[in-house]
């Protein structure tokens, strides 16, 4: 079952808190102004449409070490900043939005198959091909290492980042067809295809943090992660 959502860039919109009323004074003159909170004057940026990055699943078994322009990770990595954010229906957890120097990386919901160390699609008693639970696949894992990158050593602060959202048709479909991952795209070997996979680098943010320290925060990502449907966040931003 894949996400009918149509396939468009996530747009922005800026929200503006209207200024305190204004009411007539009881002794004329000079109008007085009704107290409100000290946000009167601020304004906030909407993004309709984001995810934690560790949430999202690699659809690739590897990744080559640079773009496809050559140049290195570690730019893009160190050029990613984050921002206070809330987000809707969140509860009780402080997250952070990761702004990035790159375009938005594009998500599908996909169930994959479960594949053996071997790479073969396992089978059950009857010959049917054993399917995964429904998650968030990137088709851009080169970004979404970077993403992950800067999210593990957030943690346990909890980070989202604006996404698009592609929808099932042919061309996504065509993608899709190199999803080979044993791992159910948890993890990624980081080499280029003239190298030997099982002696490369493995991904998996798992292994980079302390999970134990951050019981609560991976107890609202699961939840994220299971729950397969984009949330929306809202930044501050200057008057």
Same mark, same amino acid.
């Given at each position: 079952?894949? +996400? ?39 304004h906030f940026k909407v993004y309709p449409t984001v995810l934690n990055p560790l949430a999202i699943r690699f659809s690739q078994e590897r ?13 893009? $990595?160190?050029? $990613? ?15 952070? +939005? ?9 998500? $599908? ?20 091909? +054993? ?21 593990a050593k957030m943690w346990p602060k909890l980070c989202c980042v604006p996404v698009r959202v592609k929808a099932d048709n042919p061309d ?9 991952? $044993? ?12 190298e030997v996979i099982e002696d490369s680098e493995v991904w998996d943010w798992r292994s980079e943090v302390k999970l134990e320290d951050g ?25």
């Amino acid at each position: 079952r894949m +996400l009918q959502t149509p396939l468009a860039a996530s747009p922005t919109v800026n929200v503006a808190i209207q200024s305190p009323r204004c009411l007539p004074s009881p002794l004329g003159g000079i109008p007085v102004f009704r107290k409100q909170q000290s946000f009167s004057s601020r304004h906030f940026k909407v993004y309709p449409t984001v995810l934690n990055p560790l949430a999202i699943r690699f659809s690739q078994e590897r990744i080559s070490p640079t773009f496809s322009t050559g140049e290195e990770f570690a730019p893009a $990595i160190e050029g $990613i900043r984050h921002l206070p954010c809330n987000i809707e229906d969140a509860k009780d957890t402080d997250e952070w +939005l990761l702004q990035v120097p790159f375009p938005e990386i594009r998500v $599908i919901a996909w169930r994959p198959k479960l594949r053996n160390p071997d790479g073969r699609a396992r089978k059950d008693p009857s010959g049917a091909t +054993l399917m995964g639970e429904e998650r968030f696949f990137t088709l851009d894992n080169r970004r979404l290492f970077c993403l992950q990158r800067v999210a593990a050593k957030m943690w346990p602060k909890l980070c989202c980042v604006p996404v698009r959202v592609k929808a099932d048709n042919p061309d996504t479909r065509a993608e899709l067809r190199k999803f080979k991952t $044993i791992t159910e795209g948890r993890t990624v070997h980081i080499a280029s295809s003239k190298e030997v996979i099982e002696d490369s680098e493995v991904w998996d943010w798992r292994s980079e943090v302390k999970l134990e320290d951050g019981q609560k925060a991976l107890e609202v990502l699961e939840a994220q992660e299971a729950r397969v449907k984009t949330q929306r966040a809202r930044v501050e931003v200057p008057a």
